[in-house]
């Protein structure tokens, strides 16, 4: 708002008011651009490679500010979609062959045409490279054909219904033309990505990656003149960040964040925690010591106070998980198996613990663990220290398993060896996020689907834990065979996984994470709200698209 002047002025008080206005036009200048941060704790790297699990451009979650998917999934509402790169898929066969049209006029950010042999050659390059399948898509039957330049199918064995979701809103599209120069795809460093998105590299820096307007863009001209991604060590350097305005849009959890943010200016400062995955503690479940026992695994889950690790660890803002077989609830809640509904404690409980284990033949020893032949139940939970929350939760769940007689302790690692040693399966256990999805399938697959897995020591795309059971991929196959319209097939194919992860516990349900989602209205409107979720609202792959294309200027 401007203040109308008087007409008298003086020379000097005309130069101040020029200088005012100078600085004015500057900062408005400056607030033209996004500031984001989707992730903390993360040493910078100049790679930009979207397959590659420890480039900045992964571990930031920014993938898709360059290279975009095929459709835009709402994952917070079931068949709801928006056409990207493509406009309509379908299946045949089945749903063994998937089609999909393209979108006409799109351009790379390099000024080339993008047409069906990206897409298949995409596709072909994650089956022929399962390194670089960072998406966890199926393997297809036999490479992509491309009838004519707006038309591409996919040919795979088994139905493909349920894994719609990653196979056209995760997989990000790479160009053919600089992809097939690539040796090694899933380890390349890419310092000059090309993509379709709204924005393209402008400059690296171990402080700050920043992205600018792609000319090329078939969407129009995002209203953001850029994209600003800065390194914060911690989630508190981000709190501070985004206390002091300097952040646009954040998503990690910040603890009294109304208190710090929101409060500061309740017309411009707003948070939107929706419920969008189930946290778990996941077990890397190989070997014969007592982890790879159920019981054990059981007797864990049943001692974990979730109350707690919700009100103290998470600030409040993520729900206590309430059924075992790990459904998002609310939002899948038509799913439930009856007798799954509220079988989780809200706290611990040592009666459940002592009666699992003594059951097992688990006695206490001297030291006052439980131990069987000789052997304690010995553990340690592995999180990045820079990840306050899941810090937090590993103390409190070490406390209260330590006190029930189970030898549970903490390890503190930076972010890059977290997701090195998860994807490696270098870890005893570690709290991690779900995959969240519209379909139930898209978390269970993740968690159960060892065809994703790798041995110890290799690089796995889902299932960190090595679990490996034939009921899983049983249940699993007959999820992915079953078509959506078969409501009651389906809730049968889902009670099956709810019932095996209720049981064999690979995963022990935790918390229902929060979509994180901090962001300022004073420069940008439109940001997914809980009024209108569009879109997942946390600030990362593969959303970045959409919501950025929503932005107005304030």
Same mark, same amino acid.
């Not at 017309?267 to 014969?288: Q, Y």
């Not at 007689?405 to 270098?426: E, K, L, P």
């Given at each position: 708002?401007?203040?109308?002047?008087?007409?008298?002025?003086?020379?000097?008080?005309?130069?101040?008011?020029?200088?005012?206005?100078?600085?004015?036009?500057?900062?408005?200048?400056?607030?033209?651009?996004?500031?984001?941060?989707?992730?903390?704790?993360?040493?910078?790297?100049?790679?930009?490679?979207?397959?590659?699990?420890?480039?900045?451009?992964?571990?930031?979650?920014?993938?898709?500010?360059?290279?975009?998917?095929?459709?835009?999934?709402?994952?917070?509402?079931?068949?709801?979609?928006?056409?990207?790169?493509?406009?309509?898929?379908?299946?045949?066969?089945?749903?063994?062959?998937? @089609?999909?049209?393209?979108?006409?006029?799109?351009?790379?950010?390099?000024?080339? %045409?993008?047409?069906?042999?990206?897409?298949?050659?995409?596709?072909?390059?994650?089956?022929?490279?399962?390194?670089?399948?960072?998406?966890?898509?199926?393997?297809?039957? *036999?490479?992509?054909?491309?009838?004519?330049?707006?038309?591409?199918?996919?040919?795979?064995?088994?139905?493909? $219904?349920?894994?719609?979701?990653?196979?056209?809103?995760?997989?990000?599209?790479?160009?053919?033309?600089?992809?097939?120069?690539?040796?090694?795809?899933?380890?390349?460093?890419?310092?000059?990505?090309?993509?379709?998105?709204?924005?393209?590299? /402008?400059?690296?820096?171990?402080?700050?990656?920043?992205?600018?307007?792609?000319?090329?863009?078939?969407?129009?001209?995002?209203?953001?003149?850029?994209?600003?991604?800065?390194? $914060?060590?911690?989630?508190?350097?981000? =709190?501070?960040?985004?206390?002091?305005?300097?952040?646009?849009?954040?998503?990690?959890?910040?603890?009294?964040?109304?208190?710090?943010?929101?409060?500061?200016?309740?017309?411009?400062?707003?948070?939107?925690?929706?419920?969008?995955?189930?946290? @778990?503690?996941?077990?890397?479940?190989?070997?014969?010591?007592?982890?790879?026992?159920?019981?054990?695994?059981?007797?864990?889950?049943?001692?974990?106070?979730?109350?707690?690790?919700?009100?103290? &660890?998470?600030? &409040?803002?993520?729900?206590?998980?309430? *059924?075992?077989?790990?459904?998002?609830?609310?939002?899948? =809640?038509?799913?439930?198996?009856?007798?799954?509904?509220?079988?989780?404690?809200?706290?611990?409980?040592? @009666?459940?613990?002592?009666?699992?284990? @003594?059951?097992?033949?688990?006695?206490?020893?001297?030291?006052?663990?439980?131990?069987?032949?000789?052997?304690?139940?010995?553990?340690?939970?592995?999180?990045?220290?820079?990840?306050?929350?899941?810090? =937090?939760?590993?103390?409190?769940?070490?406390?209260?398993?330590?006190?029930?007689?189970?030898?549970?302790?903490?390890?503190?690692?930076?972010?890059?060896?977290?997701?090195?040693?998860?994807?490696?399966?270098?870890?005893?256990?570690?709290?991690?996020?779900?995959?969240?999805?519209?379909?139930?399938?898209?978390?269970?697959?993740?968690?159960?689907? $060892?065809?994703?897995?790798?041995?110890?020591?290799?690089?796995?795309?889902?299932?960190?834990?090595?679990?490996?059971?034939?009921?899983?991929?049983?249940?699993?196959?007959?999820?992915?065979?079953?078509?959506?319209?078969?409501?009651?097939?389906?809730?049968?194919?889902?009670?099956?996984?709810?019932?095996?992860? /209720?049981?064999?516990?690979?995963?022990?349900?935790?918390?229902?994470? =929060?979509?994180?989602?901090?962001?300022?209205?004073?420069?940008?409107?439109?940001?997914?709200?809980?009024?209108?979720?569009?879109?997942? %609202?946390?600030?990362?792959?593969?959303?970045?698209?959409?919501?950025?294309?929503?932005?107005?200027?304030?």
């Amino acid at each position: 708002m401007y203040r109308k002047l008087g007409v008298a002025l003086t020379a000097l008080s005309c130069l101040t008011i020029g200088m005012v206005a100078s600085i004015g036009a500057a900062s408005a200048s400056s607030s033209s651009v996004v500031t984001l941060e989707g992730n903390t704790g993360v040493t910078f790297t100049n790679n930009f490679n979207p397959f590659d699990s420890s480039s900045f451009a992964d571990q930031l979650s920014v993938r898709s500010l360059v290279n975009e998917p095929l459709f835009e999934f709402d994952v917070l509402k079931a068949n709801v979609s928006y056409p990207w790169l493509a406009t309509k898929y379908s299946f045949a066969n089945g749903g063994k062959t998937l @089609t999909f049209d393209l979108r006409k006029g799109v351009t790379w950010s390099n000024g080339k %045409p993008f047409t069906s042999a990206d897409v298949a050659y995409t596709f072909d390059l994650l089956n022929r490279v399962p390194a670089a399948n960072d998406y966890g898509a199926p393997t297809m039957a *036999s490479p992509a054909t491309t009838p004519n330049k707006y038309t591409v199918v996919l040919h795979y064995s088994a139905p493909q $219904y349920l894994n719609i979701v990653t196979i056209a809103g995760d997989v990000l599209i790479v160009p053919k033309s600089e992809w097939s120069k690539v040796a090694n795809p899933a380890t390349a460093v890419i310092t000059n990505p090309i993509g379709t998105g709204p924005y393209e590299l /402008s400059s690296y820096s171990s402080q700050i990656v920043k992205y600018k307007v792609n000319p090329h863009y078939w969407g129009g001209k995002p209203a953001a003149s850029g994209v600003d991604v800065p390194s $914060y060590s911690s989630n508190t350097a981000a =709190a501070t960040a985004l206390a002091d305005g300097q952040l646009t849009w954040a998503g990690n959890d910040i603890a009294n964040v109304n208190s710090i943010f929101v409060n500061k200016d309740p017309k411009t400062n707003h948070i939107d925690f929706a419920p969008g995955s189930t946290v @778990t503690l996941e077990f890397n479940v190989t070997g014969t010591g007592p982890l790879s026992d159920p019981v054990v695994r059981q007797a864990i889950s049943a001692g974990i106070d979730r109350t707690a690790l919700s009100v103290e &660890g998470e600030s &409040g803002y993520e729900a206590p998980a309430t *059924s075992s077989g790990a459904l998002i609830l609310p939002n899948q =809640a038509s799913y439930m198996v009856p007798a799954l509904a509220n079988d989780l404690s809200a706290t611990s409980d040592p @009666t459940k613990v002592a009666s699992l284990l @003594t059951g097992d033949g688990y006695t206490k020893d001297a030291a006052g663990f439980y131990s069987k032949n000789g052997q304690q139940i010995t553990f340690s939970v592995e999180d990045p220290t820079a990840y306050s929350d899941y810090y =937090a939760d590993d103390q409190l769940i070490s406390n209260e398993l330590q006190a029930e007689g189970i030898d549970c302790t903490v390890d503190g690692v930076q972010a890059s060896q977290w997701y090195s040693d998860s994807a490696d399966g270098n870890f005893q256990t570690i709290i991690h996020w779900g995959n969240g999805g519209a379909s139930p399938f898209v978390q269970y697959d993740n968690w159960l689907d $060892y065809t994703l897995s790798a041995p110890v020591g290799t690089s796995a795309n889902s299932d960190y834990g090595r679990y490996d059971s034939p009921a899983a991929q049983t249940a699993l196959t007959t999820l992915e065979n079953t078509n959506p319209s078969d409501t009651a097939a389906l809730k049968s194919a889902v009670a099956a996984l709810e019932n095996l992860v /209720s049981t064999q516990v690979p995963v022990a349900p935790l918390l229902y994470g =929060a979509d994180w989602d901090e962001y300022s209205t004073a420069s940008f409107t439109g940001f997914v709200t809980a009024q209108n979720p569009y879109m997942d %609202p946390s600030p990362g792959d593969p959303q970045l698209p959409i919501i950025l294309m929503h932005l107005k200027k304030a």
